[in-house]
């Protein structure tokens, strides 16, 4: 059985705070489920501080970190940071955390980028910590990156067991982990490269994300049915010529045509098209919960009025 549809707005090329705010505002006034803001070393907003603003400013929309690097904090100190959300914002976390990967976070830092396998090993060990602070008064953890000493995990997020924790990847390994963890997944397109170039582009073609949809099956087994599939837009071009846009854009993403026309990360057409490309994508491959950006929240409110919560 199909989950209902669920939009998300992302403001995370935003720079300035308050334009956060005023985004979660008009995103709650015009029907989206949540307001996201990403995580990386540029000009945009800190995401758990601009959250903690937006929340502030609203009653119901939730807040979701769209994701979280987990190279960049400590998960203890982390799992404190996302409590204290979820309880000043009345239970409306949705707390999103990934492996890291664009380069120039980590080289403009001096972070080291080590392997995918090695950061996601650290990634896979930072979700238990937290996942444990959220549910222990007082533990230990020693793992091969993560060392936990007689904490005390507090506060308490108000959501139980826990705030609905996102897992976002490209690739078999890391979706694959999402399957197992994850409440929602993310489905990106693949960033090995550690930037967004063709070769990302063509990760989104139709087939290689039915591989992607096979690794979170692979990962969840039984559970699969449980989770939330979710895909980020990158691109929203209305136009009352589709066909003409999509083929002009398609090399773009070293993709055909008819390629670039199914790919769950591109929106093209009239507010009908895009509404069927979306259900379609659902019947596909399940996915229910579709983010884009800032700069498409009144363009695609048409289609969050028509769509969200069917």
């Given amino acids: 059985m199909h989950k209902p549809f669920r939009f998300g707005v992302s403001g995370g090329a935003l720079t300035d705070p308050h334009d956060v705010v005023a985004l979660a505002v008009r995103a709650e006034a015009l029907g989206y489920d949540s307001v996201a803001i990403s995580d990386h070393l540029d000009d945009g907003c800190a995401p758990l501080v601009a959250l903690t603003a937006a929340a502030a400013a609203t009653d119901r929309i939730r807040l979701a970190t769209l994701v979280l690097a987990n190279d960049f904090r400590n998960p203890a100190v ?24 664009k380069v120039t976070d980590y080289e403009k830092t001096g972070i080291a980028l080590d392997r995918p396998g090695l950061r996601i090993e650290r990634l896979t060990e930072a979700i238990e910590i937290v996942n444990r602070c959220f549910a222990d008064d007082e533990f230990s953890y020693t793992g091969a990156h993560y060392r936990i000493d007689g904490l005390d995990g507090r506060p308490k997020p108000v959501q139980q067991p826990r705030p609905p924790l996102m897992i976002a990847g490209g690739g078999p390994r890391v979706l694959g982990l999402a399957g197992r963890e994850a409440d929602i997944v993310g489905i990106n397109l693949s960033l090995a490269a550690g930037t967004m170039d063709a070769a990302a582009g063509a990760s989104g073609a139709p087939t290689r994300t039915d591989a992607k949809i096979d690794a979170i099956r692979h990962g969840a087994g039984e559970r699969f049915a449980e989770l939330e599939l979710q895909t980020r837009i990158h691109m929203v071009l209305p136009t009352d010529d589709r066909r003409a846009l999509i083929e002009s854009m398609a090399p773009g993403f070293d993709l055909t045509p008819d390629e670039a026309a199914e790919m ?41 009025e028509r769509l969200a919560g069917r």
């Fill in 264 to 304: 769950p990360h591109v929106l093209v057409g009239t507010v009908d098209e895009m509404c069927a490309d979306i259900e379609r994508w659902r019947d596909r491959w399940g996915i229910s919960y579709v983010t884009w950006s800032a700069d498409a929240i009144d363009t695609m409110a048409p289609v969050v």
């Fill in 78 to 101: 982390l799992a404190k940071e996302l409590a204290t959300l979820d309880v000043f914002s009345g239970g409306r976390l949705e707390w999103g955390i990934g492996a890291g990967w």
